[in-house]
Structures are given as C-alpha cells and as structure tokens.
Nanobody, 120 residues
Framework: VQLQASGGGLVQAGGSLRLSCAAS????????MGWYRQAPGKRRELVAT???????TYTDSMKDRFSISRDNAKNTVYLQMNSLKPEDTAVYYC???????????????WGQGTQVTVSS
C-alpha cells in the first residue's frame, strides 16, 4: 500500500493550492484520512481529518481557510487551502488508516510529503 501526495508548490500570500493524496495497492477499506504538516524546526501538527462517511475535523487556526474532502471511489483525499499565509509554509503529509485484503486491522500509512511554500 502506498500514499502518493501531490499539488504542493510555491504560491504568494493570499493564494490557493489544492493538495491531493491517492492510496494504491491491496486495499480492502480506507477509514480515516487526514493531512498533517511540519514546518522547519517544528513538530508535525494536525491540519484536518475526514472519516469514510465524510465527517471532518480541523485544527482551529486552519478551519476557516482549509477544506478537506475525499473521493472514496478514487481512494483519494484532498486539501483545499485558501488565503495562504507565509506561516503555512511546511511539508504537508497525508495519512490514512487502511485495511489491506486478508487482514483484520487498520494500519496507518503516510505519504511522502509535499512542500508548500508561501511567499510574502
């Protein structure tokens, strides 16, 4: 099972980006999916999560500007980021709890990270 993140890049403050993360491999089911970020010299922090049924949670400081969604048919989670600020600069990682065929538990998987840089 792999998670492949994409969509990062360089954007000016006030701009928008849409991140995508697609899961592939021997997948029976995907439960919670989410996005985290890690800025230089800081700990990784939660951005948002979404359940298989579409229930979302956000870190308070981001909920008015960021929106998480998923396409279960494509095993893909998205993060729409609007009104970006320089402090949003970080590597963004996707995460998913996936049950593989032939197993009875959900295991956490991480994408490789995609760099988001917001210039002032």
């Amino acid at each position: 099972v792999q998670l492949q993140a994409s969509g990062g890049g360089l954007v000016q403050a006030g701009g928008s980006l849409r991140l995508s993360c697609a899961a592939s491999g021997s997948i029976f089911n995907i439960n919670d999916m989410g996005w985290y970020r890690q800025a230089p010299g800081k700990r990784r922090e939660l951005v948002a999560t979404i359940t298989s049924g579409g229930t979302t949670t956000y870190t308070d400081s981001m909920k008015d500007r960021f929106s998480i969604s998923r396409d279960n048919a494509k095993n893909t989670v998205y993060l729409q980021m609007n009104s970006l600020k320089p402090e949003d600069t970080a590597v963004y990682y996707c995460n998913a709890y996936i049950r593989r065929w032939g197993t009875i538990r959900d295991d956490p998987y991480w994408g490789q990270g995609t760099q988001v840089t917001v210039s002032s």
